[in-house]
């Protein structure tokens, strides 16, 4: 098969899983339910429950009403062998403004809360912090699957057949950190072949995209790569706002920083940019970050 098969293949399989169905079942709230894509370790990957809630508070609303942000927690880990419930609550229709919360359940308990803010187009004041200078295009840069030097079969296996090219600019944190322990870096992503031209698509496949790589700020800070032993990093929660529309099937690149950890919790902040400079979307998240101390 070929590269191009295989990442027509990867998004397929994404698209697949954000095509929620409408359940039988009728409650005060509308219900959805999805599955969820491969992970090694077994556990739902957070970009994708995100994504899948907008997508359900979405189907509540006219398609010219627009998500502007959204604030989830991530409650439990889910379990990517079962089917998650989403349940959207109608909080509050305005004239121009929507407030819906989603709440994704396995086995009865919530995984996973969200509210987000919708919109209807208005004019306004606009301005935007520019993309910084000096980062160099996507194309001088590898994939990452192809800098993951010794790492775990099933963590390979994850990189090559996941839907996003991700290519990061200062290099990968799977077995080493290259250059200075700095709280910053910036990366390159996009969807690996074309998405549907639906801009709710397009706003949610972008959700899935930003919680890639936005807790390593914090550990490029300190030196600590993925396969550090012991190393335990769960995100907490995930704070997002989409400025202008933006394909997440053309580059887009993610300038993410940390300005603070300490408790065992960092926080890293996100600017998402197209490749014409144009300012798409901010993201905040708070993970758990627990570092295995040496022994004295």
């Not at 359940?23 to 970009?47: C, K, L, N, Q």
């Not at 290259?178 to 996009?190: D, K, L, N, P, S």
């Not at 800070?221 to 394909?247: E, I, N, Q, Y």
Request: negative net charge; aromatic residues 6%.
């Amino acid at each position: 098969m070929t590269a191009e098969h295989d990442a027509r293949r990867s998004v397929d399989a994404l698209l697949d899983v954000l095509d929620l169905a409408e359940s039988e079942a009728r409650t005060t709230e509308d219900i959805f339910t999805g599955r969820s894509h491969f992970m090694p370790t077994g556990r739902v990957y957070g970009g994708q429950v995100l994504a899948q809630s907008l997508v359900a508070a979405e189907r509540t609303l006219p398609e010219d009403r627009v998500v502007h942000s959204m604030h989830g927690y991530f409650l439990r880990p889910g379990d990517t062998t079962s089917r998650i419930t989403f349940s959207v609550d109608r909080i509050h229709d305005g004239r121009s403004f929507s407030t819906r919360r989603c709440q994704a359940f396995q086995g009865g308990v919530p995984i996973f809360s969200m509210i987000a803010s919708f919109q209807d187009e208005d004019p306004g004041a606009d301005h935007a912090q520019p993309m910084p200078d000096g980062i160099p295009d996507p194309e001088r840069l590898r994939p990452d699957e192809e800098l993951v030097g010794d790492v775990h079969p099933l963590t390979r296996k994850m990189l090559a057949e996941r839907p996003a090219d991700v290519r990061h600019v200062e290099g990968p944190l799977f077995v080493d950190v290259a250059g200075e322990q700095v709280a910053h870096q910036a990366v390159w992503m996009r969807m690996r072949a074309a998405l549907p031209d639906d801009p709710r698509l397009h706003r949610a496949a972008l959700a899935y995209l930003s919680d890639m790589t936005i807790q390593e700020p914090i550990l490029r800070r300190h030196g600590v790569t993925w396969s550090t032993p012991g190393l335990k990093v769960a995100s907490l929660d995930h704070a997002m706002w989409w400025h202008r529309f933006g394909r997440a099937d053309e580059w887009v690149v993610y300038v993410q920083e940390s300005p603070n950890a300490r408790g065992g919790r960092g926080l890293s902040t996100g600017r998402i940019y197209d490749r014409a400079g144009t300012l798409l979307a901010s993201v905040a998240q708070e993970v758990m970050v627990r570092v295995p101390q040496p022994e004295a």
